[in-house]
């Protein structure tokens, strides 16, 4: 299983110090779960950087099923 997850820096360090703090344990639980035999994960909006202009290929790109979502969208 392979998870993502979002974790304050500090709560990584004691993680890695065998120290849970709450914090840590609650990204733990609630990450992202990576589908089974999943792709290549890879940033979409680097791919599209330079194409904005391509209509067809942002609607193909936007599309695509979203394992993580972004912060915002270039297309």
């Known amino acids: ?15 890695l110090n065998g120290v ?5 344990i609650y990204s733990f639980t609630h990450g992202t779960v990576l589908p089974e035999n999943h792709g290549r994960l890879i940033d979409a909006d680097v791919l599209a950087d330079g194409l904005e202009d391509n ?6 790109v936007n599309a695509t099923p979203t394992i993580i979502d972004a912060h915002e969208r270039k297309c």
């Not at 974790?7 to 004691?14: F, G, H, Q, T, W």
């Not at 209509?55 to 193909?60: A, G, H, R, V």
């Open 55 to 60: 209509y067809e290929f942002c609607e193909i």
């Open 1 to 15: 299983m392979q998870i993502v997850i979002d974790i304050y820096e500090k709560d990584y360090r004691s993680a």
């Open 20 to 24: 849970l703090t709450y914090s840590a």
